[in-house]
Every structure is written in structure tokens, then in C-alpha cells.
């Protein structure tokens, strides 16, 4: 009886130290669980932060009197907000009036290369013929060339405008194009145009990842190559369609390289933000107009931030199912 009660003795002991055992062991687990996720948030924030804060800080300096900007008591608060910058920048942009023109170029820019993405990467994914891995080598090989490498043959190019001779056949004489919105249109739809290849390589992986079987049931219903792509392919594509749109339109939004080449006298937003800085002006007027250049940037980039609230949906998803990610 006595060794029956002294193994029962031995085993309570052992179950209690392992119960012991057990709730340390789940007590540092938790702790280290919420350090762990503690660490995280406080990461996320500082790297928000850091990335966050100067638009925090264009913003307060958007509405500082030009007196503030010498006070170093003030940061981020300003004591006698202004609103005298934000309405110097936004005359300097001339929103009114070249606002609809900035805009309606970003749309067509925006529209030529996504239908020419599309295609072009519908292509790529699906038909296999000789050449066509070297073709899809040129077009990542645009990605790696700068633009400014070519600038200047391309404005010789639409400078003298003259396609397999036709302009000199039909006017006498080339074309001059400089000047006017034509040859970033004509760019956008040839697959020239800025970023067209990361375009074309991100709908190539979004349409290689569309299982083949879709377009084959297409088929054995009937339906030719041309019907299956606009019934079967491009209604699942609109994500990532979607998401080209919105890259390019807000690339051409704020572009000023090829607008500032093409556009000699003629003007868009993006290209007025430079002619705020009053260069060799000195001391605080320099520093003010510096300031309306950077609320003229913000003011530039606010549609782009309300346009992304409303379409994100379709970027995430469009990003998400492209195959770019990894996954």
C-alpha cells in the first residue's frame, strides 16, 4: 500500500512539474509573441513615418506665412496659417487653364498603353513563333535603356515627321509635331512610350498565369482566336488592366521629361512646377518660392492620391494576380 501511495506520490509530482513547465513554457511563448508583434508595429510606424513625414511637413509649410519659415520655434504647426502659398502654387501650375489638357493627355496616354500592353502581352503569353522570345528581349531590353539615350533622335524624329514618305508625298514636305500633344500619343501607341515595356511584362505574366483552358473551351464551343481574347480574356483581365491605367496615367500626370522635350512653348502642369523656383533671387525670396514649388508638387500629386483611394481595389488585385510578387 505504502509504494502504491509513493508512486502515486512520484507521478502527482511529475504531472505538477510538467504543468509547471507547460504554463512557463506558454507564458514566455506570449510574452515573446506580444514583444514580437509590438516590434513589428513599432517598425511599420517608424518606417510610415519616416516615409510619411515630409509630405506632413510640405503640407504645414504649404499653409506658413513667409515670416515662419526664419522662426525655428516653429515645426509643424504653423501660429498665423496662410493659405497665400497654396494659391501661389496653384496659379503658378495654371490649373485653370492647363488642368483639362493635362488631364485629357494622361487619359489617351494612359488609354493607348494599356490597349497596346494588352495585346502585345496577350501575344507574347500565348502564341509561340520564331522570334519571339528575342522580340520579348527587346522589350525588357526598354527597360533598361534610359530615355535620355534617345530623346534627341526622337525629337529629330517628330520634328521632321515623315513615316515611309507619306507627309512629303501628301503635304510636299515632313510633318513638324513638335509642340503639340501628337508624338506622346503616337509613342503610347507604337509601345514607345514611358515604361511601355514594365506594361507589356506585367500583362505577360498576368495572362500566363489565366489557365489555357479557358481559351480552349472557347474553342471546341466555336469561337476564333479574336472572340476568345475580347468574350473569354479581356473581361478577366480588367485588374490588371486597371492597374496599367493607373501607372500610366500617373506617370504621365507628372511627367516633365518627354513633355519638357516635345512641348517647346506649349506648357502642362507637370512642366510649370520647374519656373517656380525664382533662380538667382537669394535669401528669403528664394526660400518662398522654393516653398510654392513644393505645394505646387503636392497639389500636382493630391488627384493621384484620391484617385488611388478609389480604384486601389483593382491595383492590389491587379499586383496580386500578375505573378510579379513571387507568388
Known amino acids: 500500500m505504502e509504494k502504491y501511495r509513493e508512486k502515486q506520490n512520484i507521478e502527482f509530482e511529475q504531472f505538477s512539474r510538467g504543468k509547471r ?65 497654396i494659391w501661389r502654387a496653384y496659379g503658378g501650375l495654371n490649373v485653370n487653364g492647363l488642368g483639362a489638357k493635362s488631364f485629357w493627355l494622361a487619359v489617351f496616354v494612359a488609354l493607348g498603353q494599356t490597349a497596346v500592353a494588352t495585346v502585345a502581352a496577350y501575344g ?14 527587346c522589350v525588357i531590353f526598354t527597360l533598361v535603356v534610359p530615355p535620355e539615350t534617345i530623346v534627341i533622335p526622337l525629337l529629330l524624329r517628330f520634328r521632321y515627321f515623315n513615316p515611309f514618305g507619306l507627309m512629303s508625298l501628301i503635304l510636299g514636305k515632313p510633318l513638324d509635331l513638335t509642340d503639340t500633344l501628337w508624338p506622346q500619343i503616337i509613342l503610347a501607341l507604337t509601345g514607345m512610350g514611358w515604361k511601355n515595356g514594365l506594361y507589356i511584362y506585367m500583362m505577360r505574366e498576368y495572362f500566363k498565369g489565366m489557365p ?30 486597371m492597374t496599367i491605367f493607373l501607372f500610366s496615367f500617373s506617370w504621365q500626370w507628372t511627367d516633365d521629361f518627354y513633355a519638357g522635350t516635345f512641348l517647346l512653348t506649349e506648357r502642362v ?59
Request: hydrophobic share 50%; aromatic share 14%.
Open 269 to 327: 502642369m507637370a512642366t510649370n512646377i520647374a519656373t517656380l523656383v525664382e533662380s538667382g533671387s537669394g535669401g528669403s525670396v528664394e526660400i518662398i518660392s522654393y516653398n510654392t514649388q513644393q505645394t505646387a508638387t503636392l497639389l500636382l500629386i493630391l488627384p493621384l492620391i484620391v484617385l488611388f483611394i478609389f480604384t486601389q481595389r483593382f491595383f492590389v488585385e491587379g499586383i496580386e494576380r500578375s505573378g510579379i510578387t513571387g507568388t
Open 21 to 85: 513547465l507547460k504554463a512557463k513554457y506558454l507564458n514566455w511563448h506570449f510574452a515573446a509573441k506580444v514583444f514580437g508583434t509590438l516590434f513589428i508595429y513599432v517598425l511599420l510606424i517608424g518606417i510610415a513615418f519616416v516615409i510619411v513625414y515630409p509630405i506632413i511637413r510640405r503640407v504645414s509649410n504649404a499653409f506658413k506665412p513667409a515670416e515662419e519659415f526664419f522662426d525655428s520655434s516653429v515645426i509643424l504647426f504653423p501660429r498665423n496659417p496662410t493659405q497665400e502659398t
Open 212 to 241: 489555357i483552358a479557358l481559351e480552349e473551351a472557347a474553342y471546341i464551343d466555336g469561337a476564333k482566336t479574336m472572340r476568345a481574347f475580347f468574350e473569354i480574356i479581356l473581361p478577366s483581365a480588367v485588374p490588371m488592366m
Open 124 to 137: 507574347f503569353a500565348r502564341f509561340k513563333f520564331r522570334g519571339s522570345k528575342l522580340l520579348f528581349a
